[in-house]
């Protein structure tokens, strides 16, 4: 199956402070990317959904100024947490898909905490 | 849309027994079914899947599932499971014709017993 990479796989940051967590399709084009948080012992939950070239599209409940997502070519989504708070720590999984698949491919996931 | 259900939220089961997690669907048109296992700390990763054809799909590690379109079922199975075996299982759903999202279940911790 296809390779799905982020970076960083952890990540410890101070309140109030910004982070962004990449997610790389390294063999195939991906025209659309998924980003979902998982909190412990739980499903995924999808954030939001975005299609290279376009704007994101967020689920009932996310907020976009929070959760800033760029998808700006083929094989890179990045997810950007604003102003993180102890309550945005988290395990964040992103997926990829491209037309041809009926599929979606996971990356390793990012383990936020937030101090 | 669709949904997903999976009734089992724990299972433990001893080494080298035969283990099934259920899974149900709902959806108003046509489906493809995924399982997916999670490992402590790790991203998910395909066990198998269901797209057309045959409605027995064997996968990775020795699983396998079935497709029961009159049940709307998909459970998972394996003969005799492994300490490896130990993670989080996920069912997942998407409409064959409706776009990329998948729908998740809650997932199901299977935990074997030595």
């Known amino acids: 199956g296809a390779v799905v990479s982020q970076h960083p796989s952890w990540v410890i940051c101070k309140s109030g402070t910004s982070v962004k967590i990449e997610c790389r399709s390294l063999d195939f084009q991906a025209t659309t990317m998924f980003w979902y948080r998982q909190f412990p012992k739980q499903s995924l939950m999808l954030m939001a959904t975005?299609?290279?070239?376009?704007?994101?599209?967020?689920e009932q409940g996310v907020e976009k100024d929070k959760f800033l997502i760029n998808h700006a070519s083929l094989t890179l989504s990045t997810l950007t947490v604003t102003s993180a708070h102890p309550e945005d720590s988290s395990f964040y999984i992103c997926s990829a898909a491209d037309n041809s698949y009926n599929e979606q491919f996971f990356g390793p996931g990012t383990r936020l905490t937030v101090l | 849309a669709q949904s997903v259900t999976q009734l089992d939220s724990q299972v433990p089961v001893f080494e080298e027994a035969p283990v099934e997690l259920r899974c149900n669907y709902s959806?108003?048109?046509?489906?493809?079914l995924f399982w997916y296992v999670q490992y402590p700390n790790q991203g998910l990763q395909l066990l198998l899947k269901y797209l057309s054809g045959s409605t027995l799909v064997k996968g990775i590690n020795g699983f396998e599932a079935e497709f029961n379109k009159s049940q709307t079922s998909f459970h998972l199975r394996k003969p005799s499971v492994h300490i490896s075996d130990t993670a989080e299982y996920f069912c997942?759903?998407?409409?064959?014709?409706?776009?990329?999202?998948?729908?998740f279940g809650t997932g199901t911790s299977l935990t074997v017993i030595p």
């Open positions: 959806s108003s048109v046509s489906v493809y």
């Open positions: 997942a759903v998407r409409g064959a014709n409706t776009g990329n999202q998948f729908y």
């Open positions: 975005s299609n290279e070239g376009s704007k994101a599209t967020y």
